[in-house]
C-alpha cells in the first residue's frame, strides 16, 4: 500500500481520485446520453467532489507530479467541458437544431468545447508543481460548469428559452480564455 504515498507511482492516492472523478464524468455521459438528467447531475457533481479532493490530497501528501497535473486537466476536460456542455446540448437544444439555427447550434458547443480545452492547456503550460496561483486569469473551467448548471436551472423556470441559453453558451466560453482576474480560493 506504499504506491499510494509514492509521489512516483502513477496510481498514488491523488492520482486514484482524479480517476475517479473521470469514472464520475462517464457515467455522467452515460446518463446525458439515455435521457437521466438528474443521475448525470449527480455524477457530475461527485465528479466536481474529487476534483477538489484530489488537490488537497496532492498538496497534503506531496504528491504533485507533472503526470498528476496532466491527469486533473484530462479529468478537468470531462468532467468541466465536455459533460456540462453535454448536458445542456441533450437537455435544452437536441431536436431544436433546426429552430434555432443549426450553425449558431454548432458554433455555440464547438466553441465551448474548445475554450475549454484552450484553457486548460494554457493552465498546464504554466503551472508549477505544488504550486498554487493566487488568482486565476479568466474563468476556470469548474466556474463556467458551474454557470452552464446555473443556466439549466433558470431555464427550467422558463425565464429564458433556448436562443438565451445559446449565448450565454459563447458567454460563458468567452469567459473562460478573459482577463478576468477571479481569487484562487
Known amino acids: 500500500m506504499l504506491f499510494l504515498y509514492?509521489?512516483?507511482?502513477?496510481?498514488?492516492?491523488?492520482?486514484?481520485?482524479?480517476?475517479?472523478?473521470?469514472?464520475?464524468?462517464?457515467f455522467a455521459i452515460y446518463y446525458i446520453t439515455h435521457g437521466a438528467f438528474f443521475a448525470a447531475a449527480l455524477f457530475a457533481w461527485l465528479g466536481g467532489?474529487?476534483?477538489?479532493?484530489?488537490?488537497?490530497?496532492?498538496?497534503?501528501?506531496?504528491?504533485?507530479?507533472?503526470?498528476g497535473i496532466q491527469l486533473?486537466?484530462?479529468a478537468?476536460?470531462?468532467?468541466?467541458?465536455?459533460?456540462?456542455?453535454?448536458?445542456?446540448?441533450?437537455?435544452?437544444?437536441?431536436?431544436k437544431e433546426l429552430l434555432?439555427?443549426?450553425p449558431l447550434v454548432v458554433f455555440a458547443f464547438v466553441y465551448y468545447i474548445i475554450s475549454g480545452?484552450?484553457?486548460?492547456?494554457?493552465?498546464?503550460i504554466n503551472s508549477d508543481i505544488g504550486e498554487v496561483q493566487k488568482f486565476f486569469v479568466g474563468i476556470p473551467t469548474p466556474l463556467g460548469a458551474i454557470l452552464l448548471w446555473l443556466i439549466y436551472l433558470v431555464w427550467l423556470t422558463n425565464i429564458i428559452n433556448e436562443?438565451?441559453?445559446l449565448i450565454f453558451v459563447i458567454l460563458i466560453a468567452y469567459l473562460l480564455n478573459s482577463k478576468i482576474k477571479i481569487p484562487h480560493p
Open 6 to 26: 509514492n509521489k512516483d507511482h502513477h496510481f498514488n492516492l491523488a492520482n486514484i481520485v482524479t480517476f475517479f472523478n473521470i469514472t464520475a464524468g462517464v
Open 49 to 67: 467532489a474529487f476534483d477538489i479532493i484530489d488537490g488537497k490530497i496532492a498538496r497534503k501528501y506531496n504528491l504533485s507530479t507533472q503526470f
Open 72 to 74: 486533473d486537466s484530462f
Open 163 to 165: 436562443e438565451v441559453v
Open 100 to 102: 434555432l439555427f443549426t
Open 117 to 124: 480545452l484552450r484553457r486548460l492547456i494554457h493552465f498546464n
Open 76 to 95: 478537468d476536460f470531462l468532467s468541466f467541458v465536455i459533460v456540462p456542455v453535454m448536458f445542456i446540448y441533450f437537455a435544452i437544444i437536441d431536436g
